[in-house]
């Protein structure tokens, strides 16, 4: 009997210390209860995380000292684009307006302070662009279909970004343009492969995409040393620039059935799974300035979690 119970005991231990494991390091920040939040982004300085909630609606700001959280703006589509400027006082953004079923759309910077609040664009039906900062923050661009606009902001040092050179998603391609020569170069990574969530490494030498209806790619911004890193979605870069944080769904065609976050180096080595869980499904991650930790939201319960990184 004694024997059965010893067995029966180290079963239970095997089948419930992984689950523990895994999720005993997270911690919630925000959501579930009905709520619903996701989309994580860091500010530069590491003291204060934007989300947003369902279908992208609204831009809200967590203080990670005394985890307060201040609503930025309402507006629809806002929490699509959440670009901190480097001081982590601004967060800009594009948001949208529907007359009937014709959305229209326009540039925003918010003051995280204050609340204010600077429109730099019309709203206009054609902007498939995502805005972003340029010439150490006095301007914001955006590709209009056709063209590069620059919107002057009334700001200064607010982006990291000084050099003149900018590299955006530009018909499914990806350009790296030169703002002061207006040179322009345009690489295709993969043949008839539309680009889908292009960010650049920090250190503004990589570029980390997604192919839809393909795989997780890196390459250098000056068109080599292409990589493919398999299937992967939404990268997130490591401060040092050498990582990729990123999920890798499964689905039926109608619904998620299954997500977990991983990590992976630059040139396709030392690839793993750094959730692991069967039945929590960790989506969109975001690595914090330090490194240390990583942000997250959990698909079904519409909570943000941040979680501490492991070596």
Do not use: C
């Not at 934007?50 to 967590?62: D, E, H, M, P, Q």
């Not at 949208?96 to 540039?107: D, M, P, T, W």
């Amino acid at each position: 009997m004694k024997k059965i119970f010893y067995y029966l005991t180290i079963l239970l231990y095997l089948i419930i210390l992984p689950v523990n494991a895994q999720v005993t390091d997270y911690e919630k920040l925000i959501g579930g209860n009905g709520e619903i939040y996701m989309s994580p982004v860091w500010s530069p300085d590491g003291s204060m995380i934007a989300f947003t909630s369902a279908n992208y609606k609204g831009i809200y700001v967590l203080n990670l000292e005394n985890r307060s959280v201040k609503q930025i703006t309402d507006e629809d589509a806002a929490g699509f684009v959440i670009n901190w400027s480097a001081n982590s006082e601004y967060i800009l953004s594009r948001v949208a307006r529907f007359e009937g079923l014709r959305r229209y759309n326009a540039i925003k910077i918010f003051n995280i302070k204050t609340g204010e609040e600077k429109q730099l664009s019309d709203y206009r039906t054609m902007m498939p662009g995502i805005p972003q900062w340029a010439n150490g923050g006095k301007d914001v661009f955006v590709y209009n279909t056709e063209k590069l606009e620059l919107f002057p902001t009334g700001l200064t040092n607010s982006s990291k970004q000084t050099s003149d050179i900018i590299v955006y998603k530009r018909n499914g391609k990806i350009a790296v343009e030169n703002l002061s020569t207006e040179s322009l170069k345009i690489y295709e990574p993969v043949k008839d492969g539309e680009v889908l969530n292009l960010t650049i490494s920090p250190d503004g030498k990589k570029a980390a995409f997604e192919i839809i209806g393909g795989n997780m790619y890196v390459m250098n911004v000056d068109g080599t040393g292409l990589t493919n890193l398999g299937k992967g979605y939404r990268p997130s870069w490591s401060p040092d620039s050498k990582t990729i944080y990123y999920m890798i769904t499964e689905d039926d065609g109608h619904q998620i059935l299954s997500s977990d976050i991983y990590s992976i180096n630059i040139d396709g080595s030392g690839k793993r799974n750094i959730t692991n869980t069967e039945d929590i499904k960790e989506m969109n991650p975001e690595v914090s300035p330090d490194g240390k930790y990583i942000a997250f939201d959990i698909l079904d319960e519409g909570a943000i979690y941040i979680s501490k990184i492991q070596d």
